[in-house]
């Protein structure tokens, strides 16, 4: 799996757009990009993923750059809720088992 | 139902003792993993089960052993665990083994502490 980089701590006011960027500059072209969080003493939740094109559903949007390298996840209007551990992680999907591993992620917290 | 469910919730055993986890799904998924979290560190994979059978051991001690009576259910049994093994355990299922569909599927885990 490609490994990814994520800043180790963000902060962002309640009702503004929460950016979490996530570098990847090793990764396949077989490489999905996936985000999840994980609230305080909670299991991770499955908030999005993609290939290279961008991805928006119900909890947030989904950036890639053009060359895959980086992306961003957006989070339209941060609340409360929101404060979490973030994390990014590039695999590949396919033929066999496949398994997420997961980097130190980026603790967002949410401000009022 | 679209739940992975986690028994018990929390757990103290001595160091003599055995125990089991549970982990359950009834969405019909087809992987189920095991996660070992220690506290302020990202989750860290265990054991994965692919239709069933056991397809990846990360190297765990044999203190822990998984066993998969079927395909909604999960266990990890517990035996002469060590003070570090204190952790939260978490269980997770996807619906294929390969990855297509929309990810992991986790439980709230098992707050387990070694005495």
């Known amino acids: 799996d490609a490994k990814t980089t994520q800043p180790t701590s963000m902060d962002c006011a309640e009702g503004r757009a929460a950016n979490l960027p996530c570098n990847h500059s090793?990764?396949?072209?077989?490489?999905?990009v996936y985000w999840y969080r994980q609230i305080h003493s909670q299991g991770p939740q499955y908030i999005i993923h993609g290939l290279k094109n961008n991805e928006t559903n119900e909890m947030a949007s989904l950036i890639i750059t053009e060359d895959r390298k980086s992306s961003t996840l957006i989070l339209p209007h941060a609340t409360l809720r929101d404060t979490a551990v973030y994390y990014c992680?590039?695999?590949?999907?396919?033929?066999?088992?496949?398994?997420?591993?997961f980097g130190k992620g980026t603790k967002l917290s949410v401000i009022p | 139902d679209t739940e992975v469910t986690q028994t018990p919730k929390h757990l103290v055993m001595g160091m003599t003792n055995k125990k089991s986890l549970k982990c359950e799904q009834h969405m019909g998924h087809r992987a189920m993993y095991w996660y070992k979290q220690k506290a302020k560190k990202p989750p860290e994979l265990m054991f994965v089960y692919s239709y069933e059978k056991l397809s990846i051991n990360e190297s765990v001690p044999s203190r822990f052993s998984p066993e998969c009576p079927n395909s909604s259910l999960l266990n990890l049994h517990l035996h002469a665990l060590q003070p570090e093994d204190s952790a939260l355990y978490l269980c997770?299922?996807?619906?294929?083994?390969?990855?297509f569909g929309y990810g992991y599927t986790f439980g709230s885990g098992t707050r387990l502490t070694v005495v």
């Open positions: 997770a299922s996807s619906q294929d083994p390969s990855g």
């Open positions: 090793t990764i396949s072209g077989n490489e999905y």
């Open positions: 992680i590039a695999t590949p999907l396919g033929a066999g088992s496949y398994q997420l591993t």
